[in-house]
């Protein structure tokens, strides 16, 4: 079981790992005229208690689901991690070299809105850190400071790390489908956090794959 203590991730070769054995062998082919997205969802550190990091979107913004950065993918765009990160940088400021790719997991799922959306893990260092960070593997990864984010006001609401700890339980987490097209994480009934439409999928399949609940 890869379930992360309330101090710190397991390693990253072991999420990484975990990820490589739940992907397919064989790649969703991209299919001519489908608009699709590409989503980061990005683990880390904060104040040395591992996490996610979601955000808020403003209330004109839901061209796609997930409170998790991402975005349609652009013609000048390599590929659809590259969406991905340049969504991230836009939305919330994180630098493609602060980010560890640990592969792409799920199939790609389609929106309420009518997205394709491909979903990638990463996990975030502090800015200038990863790549000059010379501790063990057993060392604590190190922790970002939400205040070093730099939002852009015209797209995210707020930004929040969300503790792993937070879906160690099933009766604590609860994905709810919302036909509205709506996707956010809350409270929900009886003091469960519920994530809503492709969030809520996301977050349950993650924890499968990192067998913090099946």
């Not at 890869?2 to 975990?18: G, K, R, V, W």
Request: charge should be negative.
């Amino acid at each position: 079981m890869l379930q992360p203590s309330t101090s710190n991730f397991p390693p990253l070769y072991a999420l990484q790992t975990a990820i490589i054995v739940h992907a397919t062998t064989s790649k969703t082919p991209v299919t001519l005229g489908e608009v699709n997205a590409a989503v980061l969802v990005p683990l880390c550190n904060v104040d040395g208690v591992p996490g996610v990091l979601l955000e808020l979107r403003g209330g004109k913004l839901r061209s796609h689901a997930g409170d998790f950065p991402g975005g349609r993918d652009d013609p000048a765009d390599a590929s659809f991690l590259a969406a991905a990160l340049r969504e991230t940088q836009e939305e919330v400021g994180l630098d493609h070299r602060q980010i560890d790719i640990l592969g792409q997991f799920g199939p790609p799922e389609r929106s309420l809105m009518g997205l394709r959306v491909w979903l990638y893990l990463g996990f975030v260092y502090p800015r200038g850190s990863h790549g000059t960070d010379t501790r063990s593997l057993n060392d604590p990864l190190l922790s970002i400071s939400l205040s070093s984010l730099t939002i852009s006001q015209a797209e995210v609401a707020t930004v929040f790390h969300l503790p792993l700890s937070a879906f160690t339980s099933l009766r604590g987490f609860e994905g709810v489908n919302d036909s509205s097209g709506h996707s956010e994480v809350s409270g929900g009934k009886e003091g469960r956090l519920e994530a809503w439409s492709l969030t809520g999928w996301y977050m349950t399949l993650l924890m499968r794959i990192l067998k913090v609940h099946t």
